[in-house]
Structures are given as structure tokens and as C-alpha cells.
């Protein structure tokens, strides 16, 4: 759970490393980015998972905060959904640029690590944006399996919430 002094530091951030959105997250009331923000990766993971990857990916925070809030006020709409992905990514090398100079390695590392990210949540993400949304087409589950067919067990066949 993130507590309203750690929210507060990360849309601190966001501005200051003026990222996009930055000032949708300063006027969003801070209880609700409190409960949107989950770190990196997606509601369904383990929390352990999501808690490494949100170290190992520390200095990308701020720009996750963002995105958390972009899926928080999902529509469902294909056009938002990668509007939002879009939006991580270049946050994300806005913050990679800003913590690491030019000739820093660093850098370069955290730019790819971005892209990775982007790529994730554009292969990956439709089911988090439509569950938020409240879409009643596909249950979380069932598009993980559709998503990730070795997750598949002999008898079950891919679920749609009726």
C-alpha cells in the first residue's frame, strides 16, 4: 500500500521531470492515485512480482504512477489505450534522459528497459484496459490464457463473462 507522502514525492517527480500528464496527477485527488497505483505490472501478478519489478525499475515510478491513472480512467477505446501506452514510453525516456547523461551507459540501458516496457503493455495490456473500463467481455483469467496458451490446462476452454 503507498501512503499519500509517497504519492506526493512521485507526482512531485512526474512534474518536475515534466512528464506528460504531470498535471492530470496534480489535480487528481491523492486517495485516488493511492488507489490506483500498483507499481509495474498489471493488477492480476503476484505482489511480489510487481514489488521487484517496480525496484528494478525504480527510477520509472513517476511515469508508472501515470500510467496506472491513464488505465484507471480507461474507456475501453483502442485509441486511448495506445495513447496511454505511448505516453508511458516517452515518459519513461524522459526520465531515463534525465537521470543519466549522455555518455552515461545507463542510459542507454534504461531506453531499452522503456521500450521493453512499451512493448509489454502494447501486447499485453488490452485485458487490464477493457477490465477497467468495465467491459464484462472477458474476464482477466480467461485473457490471460487466451494471451498465454501454456497457461492452458487440459478441460478448460477460454471463459467470456455472460
Known amino acids: 500500500m503507498n501512503t499519500e507522502t509517497e504519492i506526493r514525492a512521485l507526482v512531485a517527480k512526474a512534474i518536475a521531470a515534466q512528464l506528460d500528464g504531470a498535471d492530470e496527477l496534480a489535480e487528481a485527488p491523492v486517495w485516488a492515485l493511492c488507489r490506483a497505483y500498483n507499481g509495474c505490472g ?23 504512477l501515470g500510467h496506472d491513472w ?14 496511454a501506452n505511448l505516453r508511458l514510453f516517452t515518459n519513461c525516456r524522459r526520465l531515463a534522459d534525465a537521470s543519466y547523461g549522455w555518455l552515461n551507459w545507463r542510459r542507454y540501458r534504461a531506453r531499452a528497459a522503456a521500450l ?24 482477466c483469467g480467461a485473457a490471460v490464457r487466451r494471451l498465454v496458451p501454456e497457461l492452458q490446462t487440459k478441460g478448460t476452454t477460454n471463459e467470456t463473462n455472460s
Open 70 to 83: 491513464d488505465y484507471t480512467n480507461s474507456d475501453g477505446g483502442e485509441e486511448k489505450f495506445h495513447a
Open 116 to 139: 521493453l516496457i512499451y512493448e509489454t503493455v502494447e501486447d499485453f495490456g488490452r485485458p487490464a484496459w477493457l477490465l477497467a473500463a468495465g467491459s464484462s467481455a472477458v474476464s
Open 42 to 64: 498489471a493488477d492480476w501478478m503476484p505482489q511480489f512480482l510487481r514489488d521487484r519489478l517496480t525496484s528494478l525499475f525504480a527510477i520509472f515510478a513517476p511515469a508508472f
